[in-house]
């Protein structure tokens, strides 16, 4: 069974441009998060989805991160326009239920110059 | 606020010896708890996890304890070699009334000397 996929795994922009991030959950998982971790510190909550509705959007920072989830399968997270504290890496995880084991992907390494 | 924190930001042991990396929790409301590590440039990977109906549950190799009185959790491993190096986290959720969302801490740096 495919693991949770991220793409790209690096991202290199310059501030004021807009990326976009890609996240394939295991197949059949409802619950999709969104973590990022900066400057190696905690890995802390952007949002969670439950199949294609936002159930939680509490960590988002601001109004340049947008994140979608048409469908209910894959998941994209855009940030437009970037900035240089919106580097770190970006990781999405997703779950059968909620409340259980969270499987990870690899991450996305952004970096904003 | 409620936060998970660890004790340790570096721990440092030697090959075959056991390794206890700590965790405090905050949020007494917290029933899921999971150990991950995280290895260079890879995701956080599983470990083990408990409910906080148990205060013990064993793995190959790891044993996760919980003392849901002090709020703490711990992980240990057993003849830690050097494949285990890497970032550990623990992470605490909250079901029933709860956001079922895990919350990590800051992590534990794990080196293995051969």
């Known amino acids: 069974e495919a693991g949770v996929t991220q793409f790209p795994s690096h991202s290199v922009i310059e501030k004021g441009q807009t990326v976009t991030l890609r996240c394939d959950p295991i197949?059949?998982?409802?619950?999709l998060y969104w973590y990022r971790r900066v400057m190696g510190k905690e890995i802390k909550f952007l949002l969670h989805?439950?199949?294609?509705?936002?159930?939680?959007e509490s960590g988002m920072p601001n109004n340049r991160f947008l994140a979608e989830r048409t469908g209910g399968t894959y998941s994209t997270l855009k940030v437009q326009p970037a900035e240089l504290e919106d580097s770190g890496v970006y990781f999405c995880?997703?779950?059968?239920?909620?409340?259980?084991?969270?499987?990870f992907g690899q991450g996305t390494r952004l970096t904003v110059v | 606020g409620e936060s998970v924190g660890l004790h340790l930001p570096t721990l440092s042991v030697q090959e075959g010896d056991n390794s206890i990396i700590n965790c405090a929790y905050s949020?007494?409301?917290?029933?899921?708890f999971i150990w991950y590590k995280q290895e260079s440039g890879k995701g956080p990977q599983f470990i083990i996890d408990?409910?906080?109906?148990?205060d013990k549950r064993q793995g190959q190799r790891v044993t996760v304890l919980l003392n849901k009185t002090v709020k703490h959790l711990s992980l240990q491993i057993a003849a830690t070699q050097p494949g285990d190096s890497a970032v550990y986290f623990c992470?605490?959720?909250?079901?029933?009334?709860?956001?079922?969302?895990?919350?990590f801490g800051r992590g534990t740096s794990l080196i293995v000397h051969p």
């Open positions: 197949s059949g998982h409802d619950n």
């Open positions: 408990i409910r906080s109906n148990m």
């Open positions: 989805f439950v199949k294609e509705s936002k159930q939680d």
């Open positions: 992470a605490e959720s909250r079901g029933e009334g709860g956001s079922y969302i895990p919350t």
């Open positions: 949020n007494s409301a917290s029933d899921y």
């Open positions: 995880a997703s779950s059968h239920q909620p409340n259980t084991e969270a499987f």
